[in-house]
């Protein structure tokens, strides 16, 4: 490791990352990082580094998806023989990610068109107009500068591509603004018909319950009610719960087997009483 006031070499050192210690050891004073043939993909740990200015990862495992931090102070990026295929989202990241950059060099990448990889000049020269018109501050590409000419025929091109990405992402976020505004407009809505259908649920319920369960008194009364009282020979009492009326005397029997209701010994009752007074 080669270290001096601002510069930091790890080059060569078959890293994936940056040592976490190093980074914060090191990182608030170093303006140039040199990370080239090394096995680096990821780059958040970067973000320590808030004074880089040059940063060098020729030779790694760069790719398109790979997310660097907030670099608002670099100006020179080298990724020269790295796996970056998609130019489109890895030159979107640079251009939220390190908004001043004037250097850049992607060669020796798919992503890269040129004499290297079999492609032709008026592939790299598309390339070359795509980069331009979206790094606004770059001023050499692939050790090429950029001239006047170049610049302006690269906004001529792509300045049509880039109003009608920005239609769409206004497009897109009214969309999704519109969408949330209706889901929370449904939510509020369908909220009290929902408590209302609870409540009433279980009111239902709770009067099933009511008129359902009997209470132990309640069982009790059913049990005394189906039971027949009687008397010490066995007899069944009167029920007076209904009133005296409602029971009938049972039938008297005389000696020679006949048997008689209360009625007739009323009758005969008259009759002595009729021959006393004769």
Not at 222 to 240: M, V
Not at 242 to 262: A, V
């Amino acid at each position: 490791m080669e270290v001096t006031s601002d510069r930091l070499s790890l080059a060569y050192r078959e890293l994936s990352s940056i040592p976490a210690p190093i980074a914060a050891k090191f990182g608030p004073q170093i303006r140039e990082l040199d990370l080239s043939n090394n096995n680096i993909s990821d780059l958040l740990v970067l973000k320590s580094f808030t004074k880089l200015q040059v940063l060098v990862l020729d030779s790694n495992k760069v790719n398109s998806h790979t997310k660097f931090p907030l670099l608002d102070k670099l100006h020179t990026l080298w990724v020269n023989s790295n796996c970056i295929e998609n130019l489109t989202i890895f030159i979107d990241k640079l251009a939220e990610n390190t908004p001043n950059l004037k250097f850049l060099s992607m060669l020796k990448n798919d992503a890269c068109p040129n004499f290297f990889n079999g492609h032709s000049l008026k592939d790299y020269n598309d390339y070359r107009h795509y980069v331009i018109s979206r790094l606004k501050y770059l001023t050499c590409l692939d050790s090429t500068p950029i001239s006047d000419a170049e610049r302006a025929e690269a906004n001529r091109v792509y300045s049509s591509l880039a109003s009608r990405e920005t239609r769409e992402q206004s497009d897109r976020r009214r969309d999704e603004d519109a969408m949330k505004k209706k889901m929370a407009l449904t939510e509020a809505t369908s909220a009290p018909e929902k408590k209302k259908k609870r409540s009433k649920g279980k009111s239902k319920k709770d009067r099933t319950q009511t008129t359902t369960t009997p209470t132990s008194e309640t069982k009790g009364e059913k049990s005394d009610k189906g039971k027949e009282t009687k008397d010490e020979n066995g007899l069944p009492l009167p029920n007076f719960e209904t009133g005296p009326s409602s029971q009938t005397p049972p039938p008297i029997k005389s000696n020679d087997g006949s048997s008689s209701d209360w009625s007739s010994e009323e009758e005969d009752d008259d009759f002595w009483d009729s021959d006393k007074e004769t």
